[in-house]
């Protein structure tokens, strides 16, 4: 319901709610590696695009995929390659987001002929095959020592062994691949998505082919989580098999949760809690994975849907 101001000038209260998270996700990230460790930092960017485009899967699909950490993984390792190989930058993340995207396109054409639970099952097997063969293409890969001490060259003057640099230059991929997830989901084929998620027979009997707009979401979701895997190697400087294994799909999946699915903000939000209070557990000694997964229960049974998404109900709800 659109609210008419004192000039006559109609004002939608949704869109006004969406532009203040904007603006204030936008002035924190701004001001982030200010306030905790720039490493921190962009890991919470990298994980929070990486959380952004498996919502684009889960929240607007319906499509609970368990094998996100192939394209994350993926992208990883061969932006490390390239990298080591003396190619600047921009190619090596643009090549690493490049390959996460061919790797999907098989993926999602044997996969999107499933749902449910045949679905979730047929992505883990291909990130288990992935994981398998970063273990043992150790030419490409490095296998269990993984790939490091590869150089960042500097680009345009840029001077990428600085941290804060690094973080800003990864800040500006977050935001074009944030503002494509946004454009996505707010354009009509992201309406039609939805469509097909609440119910693929009424989506088909209006015309909608329902097996090609999953297709498209999980190549654009498999895109994001690639530049958001290039961004986690560009920011570390080494890459290990971590990036691969099946609880890098599993963390994504809480971090979504944690934030609230179909928000996009959300999984920022809870990629932020996640890598947050993981810092300040490891720090004090404290065990990580119970007080996570007390953290992650509580949410899920006081909010359900999730902490961005329960405050924003609550604020139409107002």
């Not at 000694?285 to 849907?305: D, E, S």
Request: proline share 3%; glycine share 12%.
């Amino acid at each position: 319901m659109s609210a008419v101001t004192k000039l006559g000038v109609t004002r939608d209260p949704a869109r006004v709610t969406r532009a203040a998270w904007l603006i204030g996700l936008g002035i924190i990230l701004l001001a982030l590696p200010h306030l905790i460790y720039p490493v921190l930092a962009l890991d919470i960017l990298a994980w929070g695009l990486f959380a952004v485009a498996f919502d684009l899967l889960f929240g607007f699909s319906g499509l609970l995929s368990f094998g996100h950490a192939a394209f994350w993984g993926t992208s990883a390792y061969l932006t490390a390659y390239l990298l080591g190989h003396g190619q600047s930058v921009p190619v090596a993340i643009a090549g690493g987001t490049l390959s996460a995207l061919a790797l999907a396109v098989p993926v999602a054409y044997l996969s999107v002929r499933s749902s449910g639970i045949y679905f979730s099952m047929i992505t883990l097997a291909f990130a288990q095959m992935v994981s398998f063969l970063a273990l043992q293409w150790t030419d490409l890969t490095g296998g269990e020592n993984g790939l490091q001490g590869f150089a960042r060259p500097s680009f345009l003057g840029l001077d990428f062994s600085d941290a804060q640099v690094r973080y800003y230059v990864c800040l500006a991929l977050f935001t074009l691949g944030f503002g494509v997830a946004y454009r996505a989901v707010r354009s009509p084929f992201g309406q039609a998505q939805q469509a097909v998620r609440d119910s693929e027979q009424r989506a088909q009997s209006v015309g909608y082919n329902p097996a090609r707009f999953k297709f498209t979401a999980f190549l654009l979701s498999a895109g994001l989580a690639g530049l958001a895997g290039a961004m986690y190697t560009f920011g570390h400087g080494v890459v290990s098999l971590e990036v691969v294994n099946w609880r890098t799909s599993g963390e994504v999946v809480m971090m979504t949760l944690l934030g609230g699915t179909t928000t996009l903000f959300g999984p920022v939000i809870g990629a932020g809690i996640v890598l947050l209070l993981r810092d300040v557990l490891t720090t004090a000694n404290l065990p990580v994975g119970i007080v996570t997964g007390v953290v992650f229960v509580l949410v899920v049974l006081f909010f359900r849907r999730g902490v961005v998404g329960t405050l924003q109900h609550w604020l139409r709800r107002r």
